[in-house]
């Protein structure tokens, strides 16, 4: 689940961290334009699961996204 962390009237670290209370196992991504140092342990901290900044690498985002979300036919994964 990729989660903007100021898009909402709550911020992405606060939504996982009431995810969080009925939710262990659900993979959480923050993506954000912030990047300063601390702002990925900030993430972790919160209870998601991994951070992508912007802007956007599309193999850094792939990479993230194969980790938590990989598919389940490997022999016919695509390259983009």
């Known amino acids: 689940m990729p989660i903007g962390l100021s898009k909402w009237k709550i911020s992405g670290r606060q939504a996982a961290s009431e ?38 690498k599309q193999q850094a985002l792939l990479a993230v996204l194969d980790k938590w979300f990989p598919l389940e036919y490997p022999d016919v994964k695509q390259e983009i």
């Not at 959480?28 to 912030?34: C, H, N």
């Open 19 to 56: 995810i969080r209370k009925f939710n262990l196992a659900i993979p959480i991504i923050a993506i954000t334009a912030y990047a300063a140092a601390g702002d990925r342990q900030n993430s972790m901290d919160a209870g998601m699961n991994d951070y992508v900044s912007k802007p956007i």
